[in-house]
């Protein structure tokens, strides 16, 4: 990364293997640098957390003045942006606190008081923590609203609006959405000053890949799913579950039903699950039922079809799980059940 920053910071960003910026990463740090307000439209997955990390930290790292907020619609979110931020601050001894509602809110309070750079949080909680007194805004001078069309949604506006009021008005605003309404750009036209507007919205997925939903509409899941498999085309299936139980399971019923089927994730060995993964390679086995996290990095050619059994969290899981079929210029096809 070519960027004017630290060199601690590249070289943490170089030990997490980043070579080249994303798209979202090469046109918006140049003017976060800068100290511009950003509108930046990108799907999860486009490497959009550090193409706002990188040039924060730097920013605390050349004045060690600045203090952070990062507002985000959840709590898993909010725990990745924060365990991302540690990989890129390692070795600096540039404190963050997560604060996120669903867990106990005293250790947060300590970490507050530890007065922290970057300060990671739901709104609810943010405003929680600012009643109490625990949380000074006006000592913040950059904030960072990501997701926020899923803010939006989950009815967080009224908690946004009061969270940015108390920011220091000459302060430095980043606004990043995958959608833009109409709400959303009041939003932006109330709190943002001349904004720089970005977009990197692409069909993050394979075009060799023909996507699919199959409606359950009441019927068996398992049933739907039976009837698929027994389709000449269904060759080589990787199938996707939520849960390390719900796929051991899901496996063992599909065996009992007489398809050769096995399962990789978390709770399998190394070994037993390099097993399976050889079966499946090999053709003895046409189905793989498999959790997101067991699932990363298989290369498995010729596989016929991606069924999400259950539908994924995030949209980078998706691109994630699709992206296992369709390759090396062969078409694919992915199936998601759905309601």
């Known amino acids: 990364?070519?960027?004017?920053?630290?060199?601690?910071?590249?070289h943490n960003i170089g030990?997490?293997?980043?070579?080249?910026?994303t798209p979202i990463q090469d046109k918006a740090i140049p003017?976060?640098?800068?100290?511009?307000?950003?509108?930046g439209i990108a799907n999860t997955g486009t490497g959009k957390t550090g193409a706002f990390l990188i040039p924060l930290l730097d920013k605390v790292v050349k004045n060690r003045k600045e203090r952070i907020l990062i507002m985000i619609?959840?709590?898993?979110?909010?725990?990745?942006?924060?365990?991302?931020?540690r990989g890129f601050s390692h070795g600096s001894g540039l404190l963050s606190a997560c604060v996120v509602g669903g867990a106990n809110i005293n250790p947060q309070i300590r970490r507050l008081r530890d007065d922290p750079y970057f300060v990671i949080g739901t709104p609810g909680r943010i405003k929680d923590l600012i009643e109490r007194r625990v949380l000074d805004l006006s000592k913040f001078r950059t904030v960072v609203l990501d997701e926020a069309d899923r803010m939006l949604d989950m009815g967080f506006i009224h908690d946004m609006r009061k969270i940015l009021s108390l920011v220091s008005r000459e302060r430095q605003t980043l606004f990043f959405s995958a959608t833009l309404s109409r709400d959303i750009e009041k939003l932006i036209g109330d709190f943002l000053k001349d904004p720089v507007?970005?977009?990197v919205k692409t069909g993050d997925t394979a075009k060799t890949v023909e996507q699919d939903v199959v409606r359950l509409q009441g019927k068996n899941k398992i049933d739907v799913l039976h009837d698929l498999l027994t389709q000449p085309e269904f060759?080589?299936?990787?199938?996707?579950?939520?849960?390390?139980?719900?796929?051991?399971?899901?496996?063992?019923h599909l065996t009992q039903r007489g398809f050769k089927a096995e399962s990789i994730h978390g709770n399998k060995n190394q070994s037993r699950r390099q097993r399976a993964l050889a079966l499946f390679k090999d053709a003895h086995v046409q189905v793989l039922v498999a959790t997101d996290v067991a699932a990363r990095g298989i290369d498995v050619e010729d596989v016929s079809h991606v069924i999400n059994y259950d539908i994924p969290t995030t949209y980078e899981d998706y691109?994630?799980?699709?992206?296992r079929t369709g390759r090396a210029g062969k078409r694919g096809k992915a199936l998601t059940f759905i309601e």
């Open 197 to 199: 507007r970005i977009s």
């Open 31 to 39: 003017h976060i640098l800068l100290g511009r307000d950003i509108v």
């Open 1 to 10: 990364m070519d960027f004017n920053i630290d060199p601690r910071i590249k």
């Open 235 to 252: 060759s080589r299936v990787l199938v996707f579950g939520r849960t390390k139980h719900g796929v051991e399971k899901l496996a063992k």
């Open 15 to 21: 030990q997490k293997g980043y070579a080249t910026p």
């Open 73 to 85: 619609p959840t709590r898993e979110l909010a725990l990745q942006i924060d365990e991302e931020y």
């Open 319 to 323: 691109v994630h799980r699709i992206g």
